[in-house]
């Protein structure tokens, strides 16, 4: 029996889009696939980007299913938008999140605006689940912790969270997998991709030197105020950061930034004091569900994504919000998103950039 509700999915060529497409199939589901292409508009020699392999594992799902599959290409987007806030965010010394921007402006945005309106719900392979309940439709996090992406879904709209759908957000990734390869899908054992597909974590600083290039800028310790050394341009690192920094008699770890100065302000020890903290304030909140906070309301929290969850308390403020954690957070990054949850761990209730 055929579903009557039209819907597009985007399918990456990784296992859980593939795995969703089964999963509607059941439903009596079929789904028009798409594939979003935003990889560089002009020449990236060096970055290894992995498109042409995924567009040909997307085409042996539709052929297996029998579905029609198209690309969408979203470079222009995607660069004015996403790169876009991402370099102007370096530039100010704040810490971006490109994750959380392609998801609200280019998945679910420009996608929509240019096909996705045509369907009546639109799917993906994210580990998230949407809650129908008398109030409406809310983000749920997935069965399985450790890969629940909700995090990187907290800044949707409620316009968007309306007509979403997550097909594989009630199984765990082992149980993905295990449905993959009864089916025999040709990417059942494939890696998960990591990060933008044309730049991958290996080649992150690459990138920021193509957009931003080189600036030398001094190393200062936050105790004492003492030159340490040189580096390239306060765009490198963040807050929390360890790794990468160059220095002798370590460990060092950057606390803060100074982008007017291009100095980086750094602490010495093993997780060292001055990297953790416990308030977080956020100016622009985003809500995902409709709840008024007391004056100090209990809530979880993740400052960035992780299958841990951090006990912590919220109330209004001057200029929006302010989280005290219960316990002590590595790297309060400005810039970086806060996502608040219900203390059972189930919705999401807002968001917002972490300001110092």
Same mark, same amino acid.
């Given at each position: 029996?055929? =579903? ?7 399918? %990456?060529?990784?296992?859980? %889009? %593939?795995?969703?497409? !089964? ?6 589901? /079929?789904? @028009? ?13 060096? $970055? ?48 971006? *999140?490109?994750?959380?921007?392609? =998801? ?6 420009? $996608? ?5 309106? =045509? ?20 983000? !749920?996090?997935?069965?399985? /912790? ?5 995090? $990187? ?26 449905? &993959? ?5 040709? *990417? ?12 991958? /974590? ?33 765009? +490198? ?24 100065? *291009?100095?980086?302000?750094? &602490?010495?020890?093993?997780?060292? @004091?001055?990297? +953790? ?26 400052? /960035?994504?992780?299958?841990? $969850?951090?006990?912590?308390?919220? %109330?209004?403020?001057?200029?929006? +919000? ?23 761990? =189930? ?10």
């Amino acid at each position: 029996m055929t =579903n009557s509700t039209s819907t597009a999915l985007l399918i %990456s060529g990784g296992v859980d %889009s %593939s795995v969703a497409v !089964h999963m509607l199939m059941e439903q009596g589901i /079929r789904p @028009d696939l798409f594939y979003i292409a935003i990889g560089p508009d002009q020449n990236f020699e060096g $970055f290894d980007c992995k498109m042409e392999e995924d567009i040909d594992l997307c085409k042996l799902v539709s052929k297996k299913y029998g579905l029609t599959f198209d690309v969408v290409p979203l470079h222009q987007e995607y660069w004015d938008m996403v790169v876009k806030y991402h370099t102007e965010t370096l530039l100010a010394g704040r810490t971006p *999140n490109p994750d959380l921007l392609c =998801n609200q402006l280019i998945k679910f945005g420009a $996608f929509e605006e240019k096909v996705g309106f =045509n369907y009546d719900r639109l799917a993906t392979g994210h580990y998230a689940w949407i809650q129908e309940t008398a109030d409406g439709r809310f983000l !749920h996090t997935a069965k399985d /912790r450790h890969k629940d992406q909700t995090y $990187f879904l907290a800044q949707l709209s409620e316009k968007q969270i309306s007509r979403l759908q997550f097909p594989i957000g009630e199984l765990t990734k082992q149980e993905v997998r295990n449905i &993959a390869s009864s089916l025999e899908l040709p *990417n059942a054992t494939r890696k998960d991709s990591q990060g933008i597909c044309f730049i991958g /974590r290996s080649h992150y600083k690459d990138f920021v030197t193509h957009l931003l290039g080189k600036k030398k800028g001094d190393f200062i310790e936050f105790a004492t105020g003492k030159k340490l050394g040189e580096h390239d341009g306060h765009w +490198y690192f963040t807050v929390g950061q360890r790794k990468g920094l160059g220095l002798a008699g370590g460990p060092w770890f950057v606390v803060r930034k100074n982008a007017e100065t *291009n100095q980086v302000f750094i &602490a010495r020890g093993y997780e060292p @004091d001055e990297v +953790y903290g416990n308030n977080i304030s956020i100016n622009h909140a985003h809500f995902l569900f409709p709840i008024q906070f007391n004056e100090e309301t209990e809530v979880a929290l993740k400052i /960035r994504h992780t299958p841990n $969850f951090t006990k912590a308390v919220i %109330s209004k403020s001057d200029n929006g +919000y302010s989280i005290r954690s219960m316990e002590p957070l590595h790297g309060i990054a400005p810039g970086q998103f806060a996502v608040v949850y219900d203390t059972k761990y =189930n919705f999401v209730l807002m968001s917002g950039e972490m300001e110092s």
